[in-house]
């Protein structure tokens, strides 16, 4: 009477049935590969015990910093969303700042403050540093990192640029890194305003004309104003800074691409999309087999002799509307590289180094009058 009971109640109440169970390991892995953020594949291995055992071997990882502290400045996590709004002032100002205090903050890309002192289940510990449970933890990317056995493809995000500018200006870089810089392409603008006539209908072709009307009454060349009223010194500003910012990178991810030797690309951005540093599987390669030129002070790797193109454009009227103000397009390659034309068959990284619009201001601006310049190992 009693078994008849009980097979009525598992009847009417049957146990909860685990659909995950069901799917094999390389299904719930192209799940995990799918949500790539570190921190939800943290949450998702506290879930069970499988869970906790295939998170590991995710090959494509994404890290988001929330907050960037200093390693020696304890005050700086309290002041580090005050500092990240802060903008530098004046163009020489800024340079001066980058060179005496860029590298300070950059350092800490190795200190993770996470959003809550919440601590995740003991099984689940390998993915937390040891630390106080009534603190906020502090994790490095590569404490983060450190039990992930798989990575091929790793995207870490800062919260923002590390180059403070003034509201409107248009600030971006795009560099390759091998052992040390392979290229770099930036896009400045001193303004940037929308053109609302012409920016209502993107395909018309009056647009085109316009854009043509700037080329031919220029002819592509830099006005003499742009010499004499600090034009040509804020963009050296821009270019050095930028190679700063992407060097002191570079520096920074030694520790990750050594100890991860899976990795076929990684890449290292910002929120704000001022920069981005990027690291295909060959150039991965080159950095573990070849020493590193570094500067240990400054923490950054040492920018070798470069060779610089550079473009200019007072007025960019692009087809969507928008118009930069000062267009100045700058693409770099190391001296020792042999000498390709950046608007020829090989060009195409330097036109091709930016989303749109950006990607179609460039374009415009690798047709105009080349000038060229070099600049000494720093």
Not at 9 to 26: K, Q, V
Not at 111 to 124: D, E, F, N
Not at 163 to 183: Q, R
């Amino acid at each position: 009477m009693g078994s008849i009971r009980a097979d009525l109640g598992s009847r009417i109440h049957p146990e909860p049935i685990d659909h995950f169970d069901h799917l094999p390991d390389s299904v719930i892995l192209l799940i995990f590969n799918k949500i790539g953020d570190v921190k939800a594949l943290g949450r998702c291995c506290v879930v069970s015990r499988r869970f906790h055992s295939l998170v590991p071997q995710v090959d494509d990882v994404i890290v988001r910093v929330d907050c960037v502290i200093s390693d020696d400045d304890p005050s700086a996590a309290s002041s580090a969303s005050s500092a990240a709004s802060d903008k530098f002032r004046h163009p020489i100002s800024s340079l001066l700042r980058i060179f005496s205090g860029l590298f300070k903050p950059l350092q800490s890309l190795t200190q993770l403050i996470t959003p809550s002192a919440r601590r995740l289940p003991s099984h689940s510990t390998d993915f937390d540093s040891d630390s106080d449970q009534s603190s906020v933890t502090h994790h490095s990317p590569t404490q983060v990192l450190k039990n992930f056995k798989e990575i091929k493809f790793l995207r870490i995000e800062l919260p923002s640029g590390e180059l403070g500018i003034d509201d409107g200006i248009l600030l971006k870089w795009k560099a390759d890194f091998g052992s040390t810089l392979d290229n770099c392409v930036i896009l400045g603008a001193s303004s940037v305003v929308q053109n609302i006539n012409n920016g209502r209908d993107c395909n018309n072709n009056n647009n085109n004309n316009t854009n043509n009307a700037v080329v031919e009454n220029d002819n592509g060349s830099i006005p003499e104003s742009f010499y004499t009223n600090g034009g040509l010194k804020l963009r050296v500003v821009w270019t050095i800074s930028s190679l700063i910012a992407a060097s002191a990178r570079h520096f920074l991810l030694q520790p990750i691409i050594a100890e991860h030797k899976t990795l076929e690309n990684l890449i290292l951005t910002d929120a704000d999309g001022q920069g981005v540093l990027s690291m295909n599987k060959e150039q991965l390669e080159e950095l573990r087999v070849k020493p590193l030129s570094a500067s240990l002070a400054s923490k950054r790797t040492l920018v070798p002799a470069l060779n610089m193109r550079l473009w200019y454009a007072p007025h960019l009227e692009l087809p969507n509307g928008m118009v930069l103000k000062g267009a100045t397009l700058v693409a770099i390659r190391p001296s020792e590289q042999s000498k390709k034309e950046a608007t020829g068959s090989d060009g195409n990284w330097v036109a091709s180094a930016f989303e749109e619009p950006f990607r179609t201001a460039s374009r415009m601006l690798v047709k105009r009058r080349t000038y060229c310049l070099e600049m000494n190992s720093f």
